[in-house]
């Protein structure tokens, strides 16, 4: 609505008018704050995702992990991830991620 409309208003429709777009503003609000849990949400599902499917391959490659602690499957983590190729090997795949998703 242009100004010169606005000037040729009576106080009660300009209070009417003033209403509806706090009415349109708090919606607007409340959308962002949905929108912004659904993206909370979306992410925590993924990332939940990626864990169990993480999780079940270091199982698969531990071969008896019910009868490990976690303790001792940190320990073997530990001594899988030392060795530099690994330490290469990993950084080098950070480097063709961040290539890729440039």
Same mark, same amino acid.
């Not at 992410?43 to 490990?68: Q, V, Y």
């Not at 320990?75 to 991620?97: D, M, T, W």
């Given at each position: 609505?242009?100004?010169?409309?606005? !000037?040729?208003?009576?106080?009660?429709?300009?209070? *009417?008018? !003033? =209403?509806? +777009?706090? =009415? &349109?503003?708090?919606? %607007?609000?409340? &959308?962002? &704050?949905?929108? &912004?849990?659904?993206? !909370?949400?979306? #992410?925590?599902?993924?990332?939940?995702?990626?864990? @169990? #499917?993480?999780?079940? %391959?270091?199982?698969?490659?531990?071969? @008896? /992990?019910? *009868?490990? #602690?976690?303790?001792?499957?940190?320990?073997?983590?530990?001594? =899988?991830?030392? /060795?530099?190729?690994?330490?290469?090997?990993?950084?080098?795949?950070?480097?063709? +991620?961040?290539? #890729?998703?440039?």
């Amino acid at each position: 609505m242009s100004n010169e409309n606005l !000037k040729n208003k009576s106080i009660d429709e300009l209070r *009417e008018i !003033k =209403a509806k +777009n706090e =009415a &349109k503003i708090r919606y %607007m609000e409340n &959308k962002i &704050k949905y929108l &912004k849990s659904q993206e !909370k949400k979306l #992410t925590r599902k993924e990332r939940t995702h990626r864990l @169990c #499917t993480r999780g079940a %391959m270091l199982e698969k490659f531990l071969g @008896c /992990p019910n *009868e490990l #602690t976690d303790e001792q499957v940190e320990e073997i983590l530990k001594i =899988a991830f030392q /060795p530099e190729a690994v330490s290469g090997a990993i950084e080098q795949f950070r480097k063709s +991620n961040e290539n #890729t998703t440039l």
